[in-house]
């Protein structure tokens, strides 16, 4: 069934909401689709043997920006669960990124790293879809245009989605001249389309009485026993308390654990040292994280957070109404929201204050947007 077709029939189900914009990306989706399984239907068996040694003139892919929740992930997994190809991935930027790296270490000592991992990645993929497509690490920023160049030359087709145009990826970031070709890459080989409009469709379909507060609580956990009732719901027999998990070498301690479901102090999860990769770790192993203390983030700079802060450092044990800023912190929480939304992963939270009101600075309000979104869904998604 057509992109198009799956659309209209989400509609028509009150899944959806009917919208201009979603419509015409669908219909770029099904123009894609088509040309990539003509051009794989007329690859005749010369060309085949061919192309074990060079791939064939990339198709021109797409990407997508627009605001948050503008129904950009949900329009690319309908392309992708339709394309009836079998060379093809899809994959969220930051796990990407991360297996780039991993790449990039067992390439150590060898020439153009970067063109053979292209190469690796050409020879298994045709079609490769990006969630996420968003930059805030010198250090990616750094290789993205060589590598991003070397893949889609290589005939790779890059489906991507991503909250703003290319032209302000990775914008106001350190030395952003040498981020600049990858844009000029992304312009040559996608068409550029904004799906952009007025309507955040996951908060349009957040009208369900009460619905926030499913997995979400607002006020004094510990006297609500909101999250002690919940991880009673999910427990099985092998149940551990105020013990610990090592991740990546280190040390997480948490409160409670029963096999699929783990229970974390907000500093803890949040509070360095912690990274992505963290978080992926804990989606591989867990299928609900419940979540205490979760503070209001003022966004006031202090110095440890203006600074940087190092890998030993940690504010567990500080009181929340001497904390000043916890943008750092709201960094992590926010990977930390894009990942367990990404992998399905149930999230429970017991907070200060109402999602809404969770980041009041403004050094990373485009990307909580994204984060707050996420968690308006994740309550809607977990209500069904």
Request: hydrophobic share 40%.
């Amino acid at each position: 069934m057509s992109v198009i077709n799956q659309y209209i029939q989400l509609v028509a189900q009150n899944t959806l909401k009917q919208d201009a914009e979603q419509y015409k990306a669908a219909h770029a989706l099904d123009e894609l689709s088509q040309k990539l399984i003509l051009a794989q239907d007329q690859t005749s068996l010369v060309s085949t043997i061919k192309n074990l040694f060079s791939k064939n003139k990339p198709i021109q892919g797409i990407y997508f920006h627009g605001r948050v929740g503008r129904g950009k992930t949900m329009l690319m997994d309908l392309f992708y669960q339709q394309l009836n190809i079998p060379r093809k991935r899809r994959i969220h930027f930051h796990h990407f990124m991360e297996s780039v790296h991993q790449m990039l270490k067992d390439c150590s000592g060898k020439d153009n790293p970067l063109i053979l991992i292209a190469k690796t990645w050409s020879t298994e993929v045709d079609v490769l879809c990006f969630d996420e497509f968003f930059v805030n690490d010198i250090g990616d920023a750094m290789l993205l245009a060589g590598l991003l160049r070397a893949m889609l030359s290589n005939g790779i087709t890059l489906i991507a989605t991503s909250n703003c145009p290319p032209d302000q990826l990775y914008k106001n970031g350190l030395q952003r001249a040498r981020f600049l070709p990858t844009i000029d890459v992304i312009h040559q080989y996608c068409q550029i389309i904004s799906i952009d409009g007025p309507h955040d469709h996951r908060l349009l379909m957040t009208d369900i009485p009460d619905l926030k507060y499913r997995d979400f609580y607002i006020g004094c956990e510990v006297k609500s026993n909101f999250l002690l009732h919940h991880f009673t719901e999910l427990i099985t027999d092998n149940v551990c308390y105020n013990d610990s998990i090592i991740i990546h070498g280190r040390v997480v301690n948490f409160l409670a654990c029963s096999d699929k479901t783990i229970w974390f102090d907000f500093m803890t999860l949040c509070s360095s040292p912690r990274s992505q990769r963290d978080y992926i770790k804990l989606a591989d192993n867990y299928a609900t994280v419940l979540i205490s203390n979760v503070p209001q983030f003022s966004g006031k700079l202090i110095p440890a957070v203006f600074s940087g802060v190092e890998d030993g450092y940690q504010r567990s044990g500080v009181v929340m109404g001497q904390l000043r800023g916890l943008d750092d912190e709201a960094r992590r929480f926010i990977a930390l929201v894009d990942e367990f939304y990404d992998r399905g992963i149930r999230l429970i939270i017991a907070a200060e204050v109402d999602i809404a009101e969770l980041y009041q600075g403004t050094q990373l309000n485009f990307e909580f947007a994204r984060c707050r979104s996420r968690l308006f869904e994740m309550q809607r998604l977990n209500y069904l």
